[in-house]
């Protein structure tokens, strides 16, 4: 067994060794359900039971809202953007800002900004557990510093085209110079737990801008600029003036302030040329409010509120399926005491799996409609 799996290991290699769509995308070969699973997968690596194990210790069991809460993130991902996504070919966020806002600058400021949030900061947050978490974040930081930096600047500067095998090795080498600088800035941390709370507040403040960047056309990239600078002056604001038992408060805090200020400096400033709007939504079909966009394209400008609404509803009736199931099972495993309305326990249970299930036909239809509405599109 170990021998065929360092075979296999080998053969992988080399396959990866190819360029670097094949050593970070798999060649854009996955299925639907084979992302899924490795989204899933990574979810659930070694830093997840510490950081559950750490939050039920200190605030029971309600605390696991913090992970349970991204479900909805996912479920939002799967239904409204992951085929926006695709359509857009792209290997990093850098790329898709140049092709959504069409200037080389905002990608660059885009690539800095994200080497250092998720390269970096993300990284130290996770840098202990040393599982399939940490090679996430090694692979996602890696892909920006040789797709978009070396690739896309210092080899356009010196006017030469890159080989494949060339951008893969730096992509390697990048992973190393990456975990050095992580260990090091872990060495001042005091604790894990402030790192991943520094992540996850900067990652509440430029959230909601990233979804805006699909659903609204007048989104720009010094929005984009603007959000990632106020989470920066907002989120030490933030841990220093609001107690960690008001955490929620925290991330609304940065939240707010943080779309806020995305909102006012793209009204300030002109919006992306007509051209780059007009070819990110032929290229991408982006849903939500792009009307005047598609009316200068020809297209029919209720379509991007038609495919958010169904994007939305499935989003919607998965999550009943995924908190019903959750809170039925969890209910029936722990003996939890249900509602006082509705004392008998036994009845809540079924009440919440029974209800999950029964939507299921119902997201899986508006979710495979959606995604061929999607193809029909693409085509």
């Known amino acids: 067994m170990p021998r065929k799996i360092a075979r296999w290991g080998a053969t992988r290699r080399r396959q990866a060794s190819a360029g670097p769509e094949q050593y970070f995308l798999a060649g854009r070969s996955l299925t639907g359900w084979q992302a899924v699973i490795s989204m899933a997968a990574t979810q659930f690596a070694a830093d997840t039971p510490l950081l559950v194990a750490g939050l039920v210790a200190v605030g029971g069991i309600f605390a696991l809202w913090r992970p349970w809460i991204y479900a909805l993130a996912f479920l939002l991902l799967a239904f409204v953007l992951a085929a926006c996504w695709r359509r857009a070919g792209v290997l990093t966020d850098a790329e898709l800002a140049e092709l959504r806002y069409g200037g080389r600058g905002a990608a660059l400021v885009f690539t800095y900004a994200q080497v250092l949030v998720r390269s970096l900061i993300m990284l130290t947050a996770l840098i202990a557990a040393l599982a399939s978490t940490v090679d ?14 070396y690739k896309r600047y210092l080899c356009g500067w010196r006017g030469v085209e890159p080989s494949g095998r060339s951008l893969v090795w730096v992509a390697r080498l990048s992973n190393v110079l990456i975990l050095a600088i992580a260990l090091a800035v872990m060495a001042r941390l ?3 737990k402030l790192a991943w709370e520094l992540s996850l507040l900067l990652g509440a403040g430029v959230g909601v801008v990233l979804v805006l960047r699909w659903v609204w056309w007048r989104i720009t990239a010094w929005g984009e600029v603007a ?29 707010a302030g943080s779309t806020a200020a995305a909102a006012c ?48 509803g499935a989003t919607a009736l998965c999550a009943v399926t995924v908190f019903g199931l959750l809170i039925g099972i969890g209910t029936w495993l722990v003996e939890a005491t249900p509602p006082a309305r509705l004392p008998h326990r036994g009845t809540w249970i079924a009440l919440n799996i029974g209800v999950a299930l029964a939507v ?13 509405r999607g193809l029909r599109t693409e085509d």
């Not at 090694?138 to 930096?149: C, H, K, R, T």
């Open 190 to 192: 005091d604790s894990i």
């Open 136 to 149: 996430t974040h090694l692979n996602w930081g890696a892909s920006y510093w040789a797709n978009d930096i």
């Open 360 to 372: 299921i036909p119902l997201w899986v239809k508006l979710g495979a409609s959606g995604e061929e």
């Open 265 to 312: 400096a793209s009204l300030w400033t002109a919006a992306a040329e007509a051209s780059s709007l007009r070819a990110f939504y032929l290229k991408v079909r982006p849903p939500g409010f792009w009307g005047p966009v598609a009316r200068e394209a020809g297209m029919d400008a209720r379509a991007p509120l038609v495919q958010r609404a169904r994007g939305l």
């Open 227 to 255: 959000a990632i600078g106020a989470s920066a002056v907002l989120v030490p604001v933030a841990l220093a003036l609001i107690p960690e038992d008001y955490a929620p408060l925290r991330m609304l805090l940065v939240a």
